[in-house]
């Protein structure tokens, strides 16, 4: 069936009212990108406002944390004994391990949003028997929730190796096993399948070591 000719509609507007929609509709879109343009300026503000508070908020935190620095440094043996409190890590302080640690003066856990090593742990020692290193450090990168890391060589002093790998004594048949190696073991790994717990109870002495150095009656008293 052949379609007939339609004669196209003509517009009712005049000129003139056609003119006036476009003028209309130009200051509408204005208004909208005023409003749209508003809107960003706010997020942005806010986001600068956000950024300040989080690097006041750092700094703040990192002024306690110089100022717990100079408390704990006075007290004896601190940060081991929150380690081998701590039921998580316990097992990775064995006797030897201890030993060595008896002169770890100082430990910090570093978060850098900005590098390629998202955290950093430090462990400083006095001058001791067992190694030559003023501080042994280990940066973790972390992709997909696994670990990959780096660390300081450790220096050892006249042979003084206070670990064996306690792990090659043992197969790895599942976590009972895993737990054979000790703190030396994990620290030399780059992957470890206990990074993610270990790491976490790190954390968690750093930001509140209390409840792993005090007993739970002296806690309840204050």
């Given at each position: ?10 517009c009712d507007l005049d000129n003139t009212n056609y003119d006036l ?139 003084k190796k206070p670990l064996r790998n306690v792990r090659s004594k ?29 790491i976490k109870s790190l954390k968690e002495i750093w930001e509140y ?14």
């Open positions: 069936m052949p379609l007939r000719d339609v004669e196209p509609r003509k929609l476009k003028i209309e509709q130009k200051r509408k879109i204005q208004t909208l990108f005023s409003i749209v343009l508003d809107n960003k300026n706010i997020v942005n503000s806010s986001i600068k406002e956000l950024e300040n508070y989080i690097a006041a908020y750092k700094n703040l935190k990192n002024l306690l944390y110089k100022e717990r620095s100079n408390v704990i440094t006075r007290i004896p043996n601190f940060w081991i004994t929150t380690f081998i409190n701590h039921p998580d890590i316990s097992y990775l302080f064995n006797k030897d391990v201890i030993e060595c640690f008896l002169y770890l003066s100082e430990f910090q856990v570093e978060e850098i949003e900005s590098d390629e090593f998202k955290l950093k742990i430090h462990f400083f020692f006095n001058e001791n028997p067992f190694i030559a290193n003023h501080v042994l450090s280990k940066k973790f990168s972390i992709e997909n929730d696994n670990y990959t890391s780096q660390n300081t060589e450790i220096n050892w002093m006249g042979g043992f197969t790895l048949l599942g976590d009972k096993n895993l737990k054979q190696e000790s703190f030396f073991d994990w620290y030399v790994s780059n992957t470890s399948l206990m990074d993610s717990i270990i070591p209390m409840p792993y150095y005090v007993s739970n009656d002296i806690v309840t008293d204050s």
